[in-house]
């Protein structure tokens, strides 16, 4: 068995959306599982789509998601250039052979004639015109300079047919095919071409690319054995939606890899949702490293049916990848966030990242769970009030006064110390231990919930800055 070599072909049309990035990993999977090669080509050929900056845009996601290729424009390779915009002469070679062994053909129809075909709902088929030219017609039209292009020769009559690894066997009418244009008026090829003569010269085994291609797959075939070439095997994958009716993509403005890093999705559980939008891994597990991925991914796992894309999941499983890192690493992953938030530079980020962990999904969520530790006044005194807890105000004008007292007594102000003096006022009052612990918590903060109960805040905000949210505590339920 010849060596796996997978390619991903982006054109270069604006940011790397999410259905373009889970076809490069299920590329880059594939061939990792069987020793094989990813690579990166860069279909540019469409001009009037090209926006500037995108091919770098690709680069950085691809890199930054982990998803690194063996070959590329910019880390080289053996069957370069791998940029379609630098392989014209390459295309006219090959394009002008095609013609040779009947499978194309010059078309020299003007773009008036061409409109004249159009039907009523402004579809066209071409007709064939230009089939019928000699040798020496073409010769003296070229000779003269008319613009031309080189069409695809496709038979009126018969079934292209081919087998796909996830759809199974699938056969096109070739009178539903067009004639399409292989080679443009300006040298420039459609991706109809280049993509056949680029994943043959490139040695390309698997071509993996999406559900829209499966209908088109008999005309690129035609070319493959007008050549004499072997045909790639093929792996088309289901659309990914953004819900029952609409496609996820680029051209509605969806959400694309970038954005969801800036909105502080952990890295490594985008690409491991992607992965399992329209796939299962055998187990039941969901959380899985690149490296697991590439262990557990299996054709067998691609379902037929559209997957909807859904953020929820995604935003548990970053809340599940944040749960297992150490302190030191949310401190580093999310450096971003927590220098957005008005603590930074004022309090122990590891102390506030371990109580962080169990209480965030996303990195964005870090500035408003812990500004409190800086924005603290005026607050309402509802907050006391706790059904469960059989707490209120009245409970917190008891408690406050000799919670304060109790703490300002303290020679060592640590989490084991509030803990055992709360402790002591408890049994003092004569109360729960939760109405105790809500009363001064909320007192500390002004808020209802908080990453970390009374003793990592109180910790935290040290004994002067505790005392001193105590005291404005007692003045508001005493005005």
């Known amino acids: 068995m010849a060596k796996v070599r997978t390619r991903f072909a982006p054109s270069p049309t604006g940011y790397l959306h999410i259905g373009g990035l889970r076809t490069a990993l299920y590329g880059f999977l594939w061939s990792k599982k069987h020793g094989g090669d990813f690579i990166l080509r860069i279909e ?29 424009p910019d880390v080289g390779g053996d069957f370069g250039p791998y940029v379609q915009s630098e392989r014209k002469n390459i295309y006219t070679e090959y394009a002008k052979k095609l013609v040779e062994l009947g499978g194309a053909y010059y078309c020299f129809c003007t773009p008036e004639r061409i409109n004249g075909l159009k039907d ?27 613009p031309y292009v080189i069409r695809q020769n496709v038979p009126t009559e018969g079934r292209g047919s081919y087998h796909d690894l996830v759809y199974g066997d699938i056969s096109v009418d070739y009178k539903d095919i067009e004639d399409g244009i292989l080679i443009k008026s300006d040298g420039m090829p459609t991706y109809n071409f280049a993509n056949v003569v680029d994943d043959h010269l490139m040695g390309i085994t698997h071509v993996i690319r999406g559900t829209e291609y499966l ?3 008999p005309k690129y075939n035609l070319m493959y054995d007008a050549y004499g070439w072997e045909r790639p095997t093929y792996i088309h994958l289901p659309p990914i939606m953004k819900d029952a009716q609409h496609k996820l993509s680029k051209r509605n403005g969806d959400a694309s890899y970038e954005d969801f890093v800036n909105k502080g999705y952990v890295k490594e559980a985008i690409v491991n949702y992607i992965a399992l939008l329209g796939w299962s891994p055998k187990t039941n597990v969901e959380k899985m490293s ?43 992953k999310a450096d971003k ?85 709360l402790m002591e006022l408890v049994a003092k009052l004569g109360l729960k231990n939760g109405q105790v612990f809500w009363c001064v918590r909320v007192a500390i903060s002004a808020k209802e ?3 970390g109960g009374v003793m990592e805040l109180a910790e935290l905000l040290g004994k002067e800055e505790t005392l001193r949210r105590l005291d404005f505590s007692i003045q508001l339920l005493n005005k």
């Open 215 to 217: 209908s088109s797959t």
């Open 120 to 146: 009523q709902d402004g579809n066209m088929k071409y007709d064939k015109h230009c089939l019928k030219l000699t040798k020496e017609e073409i010769e003296e039209k070229i000779k003269n300079g008319e």
């Open 44 to 72: 540019d050929t469409d001009t009037a789509r090209y926006v500037e900056g995108s091919v770098q845009i690709i680069y950085d996601t691809l890199r930054d998601s982990g998803i690194m290729y063996d070959e590329g």
């Open 290 to 332: 690149l490296n697991e991925l590439i262990e557990n991914f299996s054709l067998e796992g691609i379902n037929k049916s559209p997957s909807i894309f859904d953020e929820t999941k995604m935003k548990w499983l970053s809340g599940e990848y944040i749960k297992d890192m150490t302190d030191e690493e949310l401190v580093e």
């Open 337 to 421: 966030f927590f220098k957005q938030s008005k603590v930074y530079g004022k309090y122990d980020l590891k102390k506030i990242a371990s109580l962080l962990k169990t209480r965030i999904e996303i990195y964005s969520e870090i500035p408003e769970k812990i500004n409190f530790l800086e924005e603290f006044g005026e607050y309402e005194l509802s907050l006391f009030y706790h059904k469960k807890m059989k707490t209120d105000a009245e409970i917190a004008k008891l408690v406050l006064p000799k919670a304060r007292k109790a703490i300002a007594e303290l020679k060592e102000f640590t989490f084991d110390s509030v803990h055992d003096t």
């Open 449 to 451: 919930s908080t990453p």
